[in-house]
């Protein structure tokens, strides 16, 4: 049974750039949410994404945009880089929206992005 | 915004030992999660603590929950070197349509 996958592994983009990141959830799963990692920090929420639409967004700028597909698949895409959206971008996915009992979510291995 | 404060920062201890690491968050919850990251990649998800629940094991895991405190704390026993990995709680404000709010995480080097 195939858990989260992300894909590219590893991004390098120029400063004002844009880029897309891909995200197909866990087998069984209808919920994708977005985070962002910094060095050194713990994940931030970027939004979520349930029944094709963004249901929740936690403090980033409209250059940070998602879509969700029919088959429950995930794009994030970043308008306008700039350095400091350089990161590890974490896909996660559950069912209905919350955390399924005992299992939490499912993490992706994430998509490293440089901005340079 | 970060929720949590994960205690200490960093941990170095030796094989066979004990490692207990503590997280304190700051507004209510409907659950606590723990996730451990190993070198930079994805999250893996250890235990997750009800609001209502004191204490929770899983394996070599122990979580205690003490709500009036806001804190959590996660014990790995007898630990082994393939432990080594960052460690972050994670708190979600509601049974459904919750996010995480994650804490800045603990790195624990286990020597062998």
């Known amino acids: 049974d195939a858990g989260v996958t992300q894909s590219p592994t590893h991004l390098i983009k120029t400063r004002g750039q844009q880029v897309t990141l891909r995200c197909s959830p866990k087998?069984?799963?209808?919920?994708v949410s977005w985070y962002q990692q910094a060095l050194g920090q713990g994940p931030q929420f970027i939004f979520q994404?349930?029944?094709?639409?963004?249901?929740q967004r936690g403090n980033f700028p409209d250059r940070f945009s998602g879509h969700q597909f029919p088959n429950y698949s995930s794009e994030l895409n970043v308008n306008a880089l700039l350095l400091g959206d350089s990161a590890l971008y974490l896909c996660?996915?559950?069912?209905?929206?919350?955390?399924?009992?005992?299992?939490?979510?499912?993490f992706g291995s994430g998509t490293r992005l440089t901005v340079v | 915004s970060q929720q949590g404060e994960e205690d200490p920062q960093a941990l170095s201890i030796q094989e066979g030992e004990n490692a207990t690491m503590n997280c304190s968050y700051k507004?209510?919850?409907?659950?606590l999660q723990w996730y451990r990251q190993n070198s930079g990649r994805g999250l893996v998800h250890l235990i997750l603590?009800?609001?209502?629940?004191r204490e929770k094991h899983s394996g070599r895991l122990r979580v205690t929950l003490d709500t009036s405190k806001k804190s959590s704390s996660l014990l790995i026993t007898a630990s082994r070197a393939a432990d080594t990995a960052s460690y972050f709680c994670?708190?979600?404000?509601?049974?459904?349509?919750?996010?995480?709010?994650f804490g800045k995480g603990t790195m624990l080097l286990v020597s062998p």
């Open positions: 994670a708190t979600a404000a509601n049974s459904g349509y919750s996010t995480l709010t």
């Open positions: 087998s069984g799963h209808d919920t």
């Open positions: 994404y349930y029944e094709e639409e963004e249901r």
């Open positions: 603590i009800r609001s209502n629940e």
């Open positions: 507004t209510s919850i409907n659950n």
């Open positions: 996660a996915s559950s069912w209905r929206q919350g955390a399924t009992p005992n299992y939490g979510y499912t």
